[in-house]
C-alpha cells in the first residue's frame, strides 16, 4: 500500500494492526478485541482524515499511483468491449483508449485517457497525455458513435495534453478545438467523467457533454497547481496555494454549476475499493442513460449549449446601450 | 585612455535623473533595432518600415484599420470582469483588475464592435493584448457568445482578432469553460450558414487557440505571429531541447496547414473585403456603388 503524507497517521495504524494480526495468527494470545478496536480507530481516523480534505491532498488523491484509470473502467463497468485504434492519418495515440462495448444491454462508446499502473505502461502511455492523434482518434469513435446510435461516455484523467513539438506540428490545438466544435453538436448523449485529473484543455479536449460528473477526489482546471505556481508566483514552491485558490475540487465545480454532480467515492479513495467504485460509476451510468437516451436529439442538444452557453461571471456595468 | 575610463567605479545616475528622448517621438524596432519616428511607424499600419515588424496595436486601432472611414458602433461594452472567486496570488485579481480598468476606462480583453467593410455589414471582435496579456475569461466568452447571437440575428458575418496568452488562470475553471462556450455558440453560427473569419495575431495561445481560433471558416493571420498551444518557453522547458528558429509563427502554421494565407496588416481591410464579397450574407449591397456613398449612419463608439 502506498500511504500519501497526509496518510501518515494511518500508516502507523495500518503496521500495528498488521503486527497484531501477525502474533495472533501465530496463536499465542487472543488479541480479537485489541484488533477490533484497532480497526475501528483506523475506520474513524480515514474518516478524519477524508473529511476534511484541501485542495492539494485532493490533487495528490487524483494522482495516487494505485487509482484506477480507464481500461481498469472499461474492463469492469463493460462488456465485449472491442478496442478501436488509430485516427486515420497519423498513428494511434496510446494515451487514449476506448471502442465499443456493451453496458447492460446498451451499446455505447467508451474512451478515455490512459495513464498506466507500471513505469513501463506509463510510459507506454504517454502518462495519459494526448497529441493531436489522440483527440483525432477520440472524435473518430464519437462519430461513429453519432451514425450507429450509441451514447458516449468519456472518463477524464489526464494531466494535460502533451506540450511537445510534433504536437504542435500536427495542430494540437486544432485537434482540441474541432473536438470541442463537435461534441457540442454530437446527436447522441454525450457523459462524461473526471475520474482522476482533469487538466485544462487536454481534459476538455473529450470533455463536452450533456452532463459532466467528477468523482470526489478529483479536480478540474484551466491550469495544474504546479504551473499555476510557476506562472503566477514564478516559483513552483507555491503549489499548496495555487491548488486552494483554482478551487479547482469536485465540491467547488459543482457550487460554480460547471459540473452536474459528484460521485462519491468510497471513504480513502477509488483505489481503496476499485470495485465498489467502478460498480458505483457502472449504476450512474446506466441512470444517467436511462433518462438522455428517450430525448430528442435537436433537444438534447439545445440543452447541451445553452448549459455552456451560461457559464460565467461578470457583471454588468452602466447603462446597457440601445 | 582615461577620457573613455571611469575614473572612479560605482558611479551611477539616479533613474529620475536620467535624461530620456521624449516618449513617443521616435520607436525602435523590438525586432531589427532600427528606428524610425512615430509618426512613420502610425503611417505604416503600426509596422517597422524597415522590417515589416507587425507591433501589437489595440482592437481600437484595427478597427479604424477595417471599418469603413474609422466609423463602428462598440458592443456589449457593459459587460465587465469580476473577481467572483477572492484570487490572489502575487497580486489579488481585484487589483489587477482595478489598474487595468483603470488603464482602458470601460474595455475588456476583448472588444466588440459593428460597422461596414466596403460597404457590408462585419461583426469584430478583438482582442486586447495590452489587457491583463488579452487573457480570455468569462467577459471574452461572454462578449464572444453575445457578438455571435448578434450575427445570428441580424445575419452578419463575424470576424475574431485573437491577441492572447490564453485562458485567464484568475478565473480558474471558469475560464476553461469558455472555450466549450464559444465553440457550443460557433456551432450555432455555422448551422445558419453564417461565415466566420478567425484572424491570429501576436500572440495567440493557449485556450484562445484550441478553441474559437482554429475554428474559422477560413484561419488567417499577420506574418511573424506566435501562434500555438503550449508557449514555447513550456516546450522548451518539458522537452530540455531549444526550438528552432520560425517554429510556431505564422508562416510555420501555413506550411503545416493550419492556415489559409497570411496578410499583411496592410492589405487587411481590402482582403475582408474580398471575403465578405464571396460569403456573402447580405445580398443588397451594390458592388458598383461609390464607397463613401453607403457609409451607414454608424455613430462612433466614443
Not at chain 1, 465499443?100 to 507506454?124: C, D, E, M, P
Not at chain 2, 466609423?71 to 482595478?98: C, G, H
Not at chain 2, 457568445?145 to 485567464?168: D, N
Request: overall charge negative; aromatic content about 10%.
Amino acid at each position: 500500500m502506498v500511504f500519501l503524507e497526509f496518510e501518515k497517521p494511518l500508516e502507523s495504524l495500518t503496521e500495528q494492526l498488521d503486527k497484531l494480526k501477525q502474533v495472533s495468527e501465530e496463536g499465542d494470545i487472543d488479541l480479537a478485541s485489541t484488533i477490533i478496536e484497532l480497526e475501528k480507530k483506523l475506520v474513524e481516523k480515514r474518516k478524519e482524515i477524508y473529511s476534511n480534505l484541501t485542495g492539494w491532498q485532493r490533487v495528490q488523491l487524483s494522482r495516487h499511483p494505485e487509482r484506477p484509470y480507464t481500461s481498469y473502467y472499461i474492463d469492469q463497468i463493460t462488456s465485449k468491449f472491442v478496442e478501436l485504434h488509430g485516427d486515420r492519418f497519423i498513428k494511434d495515440d496510446k494515451a487514449i483508449v476506448g471502442g465499443i462495448a456493451k453496458i447492460g444491454n446498451q451499446s455505447v462508446v467508451i474512451l478515455g485517457q490512459q495513464k498506466g499502473n507500471t513505469t513501463k505502461q506509463r510510459q507506454y502511455h504517454n502518462f495519459g497525455m494526448p497529441n493531436p492523434e489522440g483527440y483525432r482518434k477520440a472524435l473518430r469513435m464519437m462519430k461513429i458513435a453519432e451514425k450507429f446510435n450509441f451514447p458516449v461516455i468519456t472518463l477524464i484523467d489526464t494531466p494535460g495534453a502533451y506540450p511537445g513539438m510534433e504536437a504542435e506540428e500536427r495542430g494540437q490545438a486544432e485537434a482540441i478545438a474541432k473536438n470541442l466544435f463537435e461534441m457540442a453538436q454530437l446527436r447522441v448523449p454525450v457523459l462524461c467523467y473526471v475520474i482522476g485529473e482533469g487538466a485544462s484543455g487536454g481534459a476538455l479536449g473529450i470533455g463536452v457533454g450533456d452532463r459532466v460528473f467528477m468523482l470526489e477526489n478529483t479536480w478540474y482546471s484551466v491550469i495544474s497547481p504546479e504551473s499555476c505556481s510557476s506562472i503566477l508566483w514564478r516559483s513552483w514552491d507555491f503549489k499548496e496555494v495555487a491548488a486552494e485558490s483554482l478551487k479547482l475540487t469536485a465540491p467547488h465545480m459543482l457550487e460554480f454549476g460547471l459540473i452536474d454532480e459528484i460521485i462519491r467515492e468510497p471513504v480513502g479513495g477509488a483505489h481503496l475499493e476499485p470495485e465498489k467504485m467502478a460498480k458505483t460509476l457502472k449504476s450512474h451510468i446506466t441512470k444517467q442513460l436511462k433518462e438522455l437516451m428517450p430525448m430528442d436529439p435537436d433537444e438534447r442538444i439545445e440543452q447541451r449549449i445553452s448549459k455552456y452557453r451560461k457559464m460565467g461571471e461578470f457583471e454588468i456595468v452602466g447603462q446597457v446601450k440601445e | 585612455m582615461g577620457w573613455f575610463k571611469r575614473l572612479k567605479e560605482g558611479v551611477s545616475t539616479e533613474t529620475i535623473n536620467k535624461k530620456a528622448a521624449p516618449d513617443g517621438l521616435w520607436h525602435q524596432c523590438k525586432k531589427c533595432g532600427e528606428t524610425c519616428t512615430s509618426k512613420d511607424l502610425a503611417d505604416n499600419f503600426h509596422k517597422c518600415p524597415h522590417c515589416n515588424y507587425h507591433n501589437r496595436i489595440t482592437p481600437e486601432l484595427y478597427f479604424d484599420i477595417i471599418f469603413d472611414g474609422g466609423k463602428y458602433k462598440e458592443l456589449f461594452s457593459e459587460i465587465q470582469s469580476k473577481d467572483f472567486l477572492n484570487f490572489t496570488d502575487l497580486r489579488a485579481y481585484s487589483d489587477r483588475l482595478v489598474e487595468a480598468k483603470a488603464s482602458k476606462p470601460g474595455k475588456e480583453a476583448i472588444v466588440t464592435a459593428v460597422g461596414k467593410v466596403k460597404r457590408r455589414e462585419l461583426v469584430v471582435a478583438a482582442m486586447d493584448f495590452f489587457y491583463i496579456g488579452g487573457s480570455m475569461g468569462s467577459v471574452v466568452g461572454e462578449k464572444i457568445s453575445r457578438s455571435i447571437e448578434y450575427c445570428l440575428e441580424h445575419k452578419v458575418p463575424l470576424m475574431i482578432i485573437s491577441k492572447s496568452g490564453g485562458a485567464r488562470m484568475m478565473e480558474s475553471a471558469f475560464s476553461l469553460m469558455q472555450m466549450a462556450k464559444t465553440s457550443a455558440m460557433l456551432t450555432k453560427l455555422g448551422k445558419a450558414g453564417i461565415p466566420f473569419f478567425s484572424f491570429m495575431t501576436d500572440p495567440t495561445t493557449g485556450g484562445v487557440t484550441a478553441s474559437y481560433a482554429m475554428l474559422g471558416d477560413l484561419n488567417f493571420a499577420e506574418p511573424g505571429a506566435l501562434i500555438g498551444f503550449a508557449g514555447p518557453r513550456v516546450i522548451k522547458e518539458f522537452i530540455r531541447k531549444d526550438l528552432p528558429e520560425g517554429f510556431q509563427t505564422s508562416e510555420f502554421l501555413l506550411e503545416h496547414g493550419f492556415l489559409d494565407f497570411i496578410v499583411d496588416r496592410k492589405d487587411l481591410r481590402e482582403r475582408l473585403g474580398d471575403l465578405l464579397h464571396f460569403f456573402r450574407v447580405d445580398e443588397h449591397v451594390d458592388d458598383l456603388a461609390p464607397e463613401t456613398e453607403n457609409i451607414a449612419p454608424i455613430q462612433t463608439a466614443e
